[in-house]
């Protein structure tokens, strides 16, 4: 990827300095392996955020940065891959995992209605947390996987 095309759209660290909003992270900001990246940086926080991307909990992004500063890989790329699971793709992405995980596990698919109550997560989800989780980890680490060799390959 090239390095030109990326500092065009990034900002400097002196201007991300002197922006108020940002005082709370200035130890964050000296670190250039959070905010500009190289193959190295680049590749793995893809990774950290297609893992994140397909484990359907809620707070994906705040996952995926503290990931990235403890591991000190790219912030933006960690972040921005995660949305890759947004409200139109999330239902098809997380039925294709539950799918996977039951199809492994050769266990009949449960017809299930997915309603936003306490009453389904506590009788609801435990009908498929075995085939679902199943197919997380898999999804997770595949993606990862793939994300991080497909980027690492076209960086070159």
Partial sequence: MPR??????????RSLREQWYLRPFQALLHDPALLYPNRRTASRALAIGLFWAFVPV????PAAALMAVWWRVNLPIA????????????????YAEYRLGA???DA???DFRF???????????????????????????VGASLGYLVLNWIWK
């Fill in 4 to 13: 030109k095309f990326l500092k065009r759209y990034l900002p400097d660290q």
């Fill in 58 to 61: 809620p707070f994906q992004m």
């Fill in 79 to 94: 972040v921005a891959s995660v949305w890759i699971t947004n409200p139109l793709t999330m239902g098809p992405i997380f």
């Fill in 115 to 141: 309603e936003l109550t306490l009453d389904w997560l506590t009788e609801g989800l435990l009908l498929i947390w075995q085939p679902m989780l199943l197919g997380v980890l898999i999804f997770s680490v």
């Fill in 108 to 110: 009949r698919p449960t």
């Fill in 103 to 105: 199809w492994l596990l």
